[in-house]
């Protein structure tokens, strides 16, 4: 396994985001984001995880770095679910370095974008037992969620940020809006907003990401 990027705070640390790329992109993808959001949480890690690089049915077999392989997209996404559980267990390992290293449950989030939303979604609602400070899903979809999903009490108290770009035509806006969907009929602090945008990220949402995590993580 790739080493992450960990970029450090200026001063001490005492929060961590654990951020996931999407398909075909690299650890060094967020990086950017994460020195600006930085800026303004001048005590939390960014830890930037990155994918291995595997053979993608759905891109003719390349291969290319990608948290899990897509079969086919529809219906809705056929995917390799075992791969699916090695990279959530990865995002565990990294959470329980970020616990040995001090840092609370509580200002631990996971962000994940496009498939590394996925990732994320999985991992922090039907994979990891404990409390986290929340989840950050940018342009993403829940493959594994379903509409009888069992969440406990704790995972009902994860505050979760579904961003989506009103052009998307690589993850539709439905199928966020559908994870989105069952989280809120779940009774999670689940939020959604929407851009102007494709599959991309833009300065308007890095703005309002921003505002979300200062809410949870400034010091």
């Known amino acids: 396994m790739t080493a992450p990027m960990i970029l450090q705070p200026p001063q001490p640390a005492n929060a961590s985001v654990i951020w996931l790329h999407g398909l075909g992109a690299d650890r060094y993808d967020f990086l950017p984001v994460a020195e600006a959001l930085q800026e303004r949480l001048p005590s939390t890690r960014f830890v930037l995880p990155q994918a291995p690089t595997r053979p993608v049915t759905i891109n003719g077999g390349w291969s290319m770095p990608s948290w899990y392989d897509i079969l086919a997209m529809s219906p809705a996404r056929a995917i390799d679910q075992a791969q699916l559980e090695e990279s959530a267990q990865q995002v565990i390992e990294l959470i329980e370095t970020e616990l040995a290293d001090g840092i609370e449950p509580a200002r631990i989030v ?11 979604l999985h991992t922090a609602f039907l994979r990891y037992a404990e409390a986290l400070g929340g989840v950050l899903a940018l342009s993403t979809y829940a493959p594994t969620f379903g509409d009888d999903m069992p969440l406990t009490d704790t995972k009902r108290q994860l505050p979760v940020l579904c961003l989506h770009g009103r052009f998307d035509d690589v993850v539709t806006p439905d199928m966020g809006r559908a994870a989105f969907d069952r989280l809120q009929a779940q009774s999670v602090p689940v939020q959604w907003r929407d851009y102007p945008m494709a599959h991309e990220v833009i300065p308007e949402e890095i703005r309002d990401i921003g505002e979300w995590l200062s809410q949870r993580l400034a010091a």
Do not use: I, R, T
Not at 110 to 120: D, E, I, K, P, T
């Open 110 to 120: 996971l962000a994940g974008f496009s498939q590394g939303g996925a990732v994320v």
